[in-house]
T-cell receptor, first 114, second 113 residues
Framework: NAGVTQTPKFQVLKTGQSMTLQCAQD?????MSWYRQDPGMGLRLIHY???????DQGEVPNGYNVSRSTTEDFPLRLLSAAPSQTSVYFC?????????????FGPGTRLTVT | AQTVTQSQPEMSVQEAETVTLSCTYD???????LFWYKQPPSRQMILVIR??????QNATENRFSVNFQKAAKSFSLKISDSQLGDTAMYFC??????????FGSGTKLNVKP
């Protein structure tokens, strides 16, 4: 199993540009989520999905869109990039109905918006 | 609202010694799960240890153990026999439902030779 994969690893955008961060998992996990990590603030939940076709907002959803058309993929779209979106983005996935709710994380995408 | 607080932004410990990282949380839920994650310079998030709130016994994984105080809403991580490879950011995390995890701001641990 490849686990959770994210592409790209690094990206530089200009203000106003749009892009999609890709996330895929091959563990048949139902739950997937996107976090951003900023210095001194830990990880904050952007959006999450409890299954194909079902998504919901997390703590900091503004400026981001998601969709979940398949179990494997959960892309994150930045509609109009802003410098405040400079961050490291992590995708994570987990099984449902487990006693542990362990999340598996991707390697992260470092995004810089100039 | 659920919150997780790590009050130690940075800590240092000598190799082979013991260090304790603090974490407190706030929730009105009765059943939940707590985790410690390690993030080395590679950025990969690695699960270190987890604790179910309904279990009174503290979780242990080799050199890592927790002190879970449910009434005080405290969940500290003890690392025994610290090794250079333990140098990393450590995040405390909490969840009570499907997929919403709440993370603390992290503690940067430096293990010195």
């Amino acid at each position: 199993n490849a686990g959770v994969t994210q592409t790209p690893k690094f990206q530089v955008l200009k203000t106003g540009q749009s892009m999609t961060l890709q996330c895929a998992q091959d563990m048949n996990h139902e739950y997937m989520s996107w976090y951003r990590q900023d210095p001194g603030m830990g990880l904050r939940l952007i959006h999450y999905s409890v299954g194909a076709g079902i998504t919901d907002q997390g703590e900091v959803p503004n400026g981001y869109n998601v969709s979940r058309s398949t179990t494997e993929d959960f892309p994150l779209r930045l509609l109009s990039a802003a410098p405040s979106q400079t961050s490291v983005y992590f995708c994570a996935s987990s099984y449902s109905f487990t006693a542990y709710y362990e999340q598996y994380f991707g390697p992260g995408t470092r995004l810089t918006v100039t | 609202a659920q919150t997780v607080t790590q009050s130690q932004p940075e800590m240092s410990v000598q190799e082979a010694e013991t260090v304790t990282l603090s974490c407190t949380y706030d929730t009105s839920e009765n059943n939940y799960y707590l985790f410690w994650y390690k993030q080395p310079p590679s950025r990969q998030m690695i699960l270190v240890i987890r604790q179910e709130a309904y279990k009174q016994q503290n979780a242990t994984e080799n050199r890592f153990s927790v002190n879970f105080q449910k009434a005080a809403k405290s969940f500290s991580l003890k690392i025994s026999d610290s090794q250079l490879g333990d140098t990393a950011m450590y995040f405390c995390a909490f969840t009570y439902n499907f997929n919403k995890f709440y993370f603390g701001s992290g503690t940067k641990l430096n293990v010195k030779p």
